[in-house]
């Protein structure tokens, strides 16, 4: 009889939203996923990495999260539930409570732990999975966020994180197909970033390391893995062309470039072989919203704004995240300030102003040599770095303003 599996990642409970409280958002996620869980009948909760935002996540935050496990495993006391630290998870702290779990089903797998010569204890990061008559009918590679140190080695290599990782991957299921029976499948967890992964915007700022040096290929997991449940990188996707390797994605948009994607989990079931693989959409629970859809001039941007629907009695937690996309000529201090007094009172929550300014009618912007640097002046600099910027000369007005502040302050420094 197949096993039926579920499998998530980067939760980060406690992260803010543009500053915003997301306490809410991820109640009713986890909430919705306890509901899933039930209804789905599901027999393995797998959970890759980034369970919180922060190594030190709030009381609140922590309650969240063991709230959770205990309604899981009270509505369905038969699931087994596996879950590795992140990056952004303190693996030690994730791991503090492993000895009240041990007479559970739940498993958390933070630490790369070593024996007194150095060697990685395989045995640690193996986690058997068993079937309804009480048979190990899978093992489980649930391996966590690998650090400097936690990876073997490779000594004259030209990539140590990668070949490091990929030949911890290979040691761990050797170790485990020399001690499995034929009719015993193996399935890993990892959180990292593969090659070719697409990768969202809040991704091309936290997951890049090294210009694309710490990836991992598609042909790290043995061809024998029945699935690799990855976590890491936010937007959900199959790798390498392969089906049974995935990311499943973050259950909350990160950024407002996931306007129109659709956050899910992955079921499936496994008996011998991977079956019935689905992603069900994650209900978003708090909207986005981009006004205008493309930049505009401020003035046609007020006015958008000023239509849209005044507050009600809605709750201020459900009240939608709101990106305001503006094209600007120059400079405009009073932006925010014009923004916020159009807002009052309207049925939204601003989290972003995106400003744009004209296309560069220049074809390059030539370097300036050291030496030039000597001869330039401080009007010539500020001319420069303000085409640059904004793509137009200087205003009258402000040149003259800035030359009156370079004279005051000749005049204190002679």
């Excluded at 509505?75 to 492993?98: C, F, M, V, W, Y």
């Excluded at 170790?175 to 034929?182: L, N």
């Excluded at 990188?233 to 994607?261: T, W």
Aim: proline share 6%; hydrophobic share 40%.
């Amino acid at each position: 009889m197949s096993l039926k599996f579920l499998h998530t990642a980067d939760w980060h409970i406690g992260q803010l939203f543009y500053e915003y409280d997301r306490s809410y958002e991820h109640q009713q996620f986890l909430d919705w996923l306890v509901q899933i869980l039930q209804t789905k009948q599901i027999d393995v909760l797998l959970v890759s990495g980034d369970i919180f935002d922060i190594s030190n996540p709030s009381a609140q935050s922590i309650r969240m999260f063991y709230t959770f496990l205990n309604q899981a495993t009270t509505a369905n006391p038969n699931l087994q539930i596996i879950i590795t630290a992140g990056n952004h998870d303190s693996a030690s702290r994730l791991e503090a409570p492993k000895p009240l779990l041990l007479s559970s089903n739940i498993h958390i797998v933070g630490l790369v732990e070593k024996d007194a010569e150095g060697k990685i204890d395989f045995e640690k990061l193996i986690v058997p999975i068993y079937d309804h008559a009480g048979r190990i009918k899978i093992y489980c590679l649930a391996v966590p966020f690998l650090r400097m140190g936690d990876y073997p080695a490779i000594p004259d290599c030209s990539n140590p994180y990668t070949e490091g990782v990929t030949a911890l991957y290979k040691e761990l299921f050797d170790y485990v197909q020399g001690r499995k029976q034929d009719d015993q499948a193996i399935i890993t967890m990892g959180h990292l970033h593969t090659h070719n992964a697409e990768i969202t915007e809040l991704d091309k700022t936290e997951r890049l390391i090294m210009g694309g040096v710490e990836c991992i290929p598609a042909t790290a997991f043995h061809q024998d893995i029945k699935y690799v449940a990855l976590g890491h990188i936010h937007k959900a996707q199959k790798i390498g062309g392969k089906e049974h390797i995935r990311y499943s994605g973050s259950p909350l948009p990160m950024s407002f470039s996931e306007l129109n994607y659709k956050h899910q989990v992955i079921v499936f079931d496994l008996d011998g072989e991977i079956s019935n693989l689905e992603s069900i959409e994650v209900p978003l629970f708090v909207l986005l919203q981009r006004v205008p859809l493309k930049h505009q001039p401020l003035h046609e941007v007020i006015a958008l704004l000023e239509q849209l629907p005044n507050l009600d009695k809605t709750d201020s937690v459900k009240l939608p995240y709101l990106e305001v996309c503006v094209l600007l000529e120059g400079p405009e201090p009073a932006l925010r300030h014009k923004i916020e007094m159009a807002l009052r009172g309207k049925k939204v929550r601003l989290a972003k102003i995106d400003v744009r300014y004209p296309e560069s009618k220049t074809v390059e912007h030539q370097l300036i040599a050291p030496e030039q640097l000597q001869e330039l002046q401080p009007i010539d600099i500020f001319g420069k770095t303000y085409q640059t910027r904004y793509n137009s000369v200087v205003p009258k007005d402000i040149l003259n303003l800035f030359q009156q502040v370079v004279e005051e302050v000749n005049q204190t420094t002679e």
